[in-house]
């Protein structure tokens, strides 16, 4: 068993690695993607950051992690952070992992054929219990987005979009195109 500490000193030996810790054990993600999970993790960051404050809120791209106290952290494919959670992180004399340990507005995993169960059977609960407020897996395949929004009395929800324009909850304001998302809207 691995603690945060050793885990975040082998992530920062092996940047291009991308690690994550799962209960301890330490597990690279895999960086090889296809085509549409790549195309719908960039069409999404593309509309966050085109629609979202700077001042506010960082869009980050599997690179930043999100950290839950049974010895895990993921990194998530998108995620959106508020400024303040980054300012907390800066000014320490060592260097230190991007990890964000308190809930998020949005986290985000694309399905892709190597890590879809991985994401959906461990991955998924832990955001939950980390108490995110938005948390989509988008499938680029089946074109469909599945969105869990945290509710005020601790539950979430869950919704399967397949078409039209969803207005993120945890982000007012903030809207997208699921057309748009898989690169279709053009065609």
Request: charged share 25%; proline share 8%; aromatic share 8%.
């Amino acid at each position: 068993m691995v603690h945060a500490e050793t885990y975040e000193q082998l992530a920062l030996a092996e940047p291009e690695a991308l690690w994550e810790l799962d209960h301890g054990r330490p597990r690279r993600k895999p960086t090889d993607m296809t085509f549409e999970h790549s195309l719908a993790q960039h069409q999404l960051a593309s509309e966050l950051f085109r629609q979202l404050d700077p001042r506010q809120f960082m869009v980050r791209i599997n690179s930043a992690r999100a950290e839950r106290p049974t010895e895990s952290v993921y990194i998530p494919d998108v995620l959106v952070v508020p400024v303040s959670m980054v300012i907390e992180g800066l000014g320490h004399e060592t260097p230190r992992l991007e990890i964000y340990r308190g809930p998020l507005p949005l986290v985000v995993e694309v399905w892709s054929p190597s890590t879809g169960a991985y994401d959906v059977d461990t991955k998924l609960p832990e955001y939950q219990q980390r108490v995110d407020l938005e948390i989509w897996r988008v499938h680029p395949y089946e074109r469909t987005v599945t969105i869990w929004h945290h509710r005020p009395d601790g539950t979430y929800t869950q919704t399967i979009v397949r078409e039209g324009v969803v207005e993120l909850t945890a982000l007012p304001g903030v809207s997208i195109d699921i057309a748009k998302l898989f690169g279709i809207s053009d065609r």
